[in-house]
């Protein structure tokens, strides 16, 4: 039974840091595709960053490029988001994924089968 519970969420003033992590259980940590999307009110849920089992050739929207990095611990077994210069339009439910390897390195939300619960970024 894949787990994934988020944490890190929080209220920031625009220019601050947040860095959210996520715990895994419940499948081998090390061997599948984890993702970073967020969801604002109103809005569809956006993918933000995705890192593959290889560690390599993280992607990332466009509109956080630059300012976030998604890192993993294998022993950890925590997906992290470190979001720097955060600005209001980052205001949203950040939630983490996990998917197949195969093919990893997509954005579309329908390829994660496992999400957490999500937590809350407010950057004013």
């Known amino acids: 039974h894949v787990q994934l519970v988020e944490s890190g969420g929080g209220s920031v003033q625009a220019g601050g840091s947040l860095r959210l992590s996520c715990a895994a259980s419940g499948y081998t940590f090390s061997s599948v595709c984890m993702a970073w999307f967020r969801q604002a009110p109103g809005k569809e849920r956006e993918g933000v960053a995705v890192i593959n089992s290889h560690d390599d050739g993280p992607r990332y929207a466009d509109s956080v490029k630059g300012r976030f990095t998604i890192s993993k611990d294998n022993v950890k077994l925590t997906l992290y988001l470190q979001m720097n210069s955060l600005q209001p339009e980052d205001t949203a439910t950040y939630y983490c994924?996990?998917?197949?390897?195969?093919?990893?390195?997509?954005?579309?939300?329908?390829?994660?089968?496992?999400w957490g619960q999500g937590t809350q970024v407010t950057v004013s």
């Open positions: 994924a996990a998917g197949p390897s195969a093919g990893c390195g997509s954005l579309d939300p329908t390829y994660f089968p496992a």
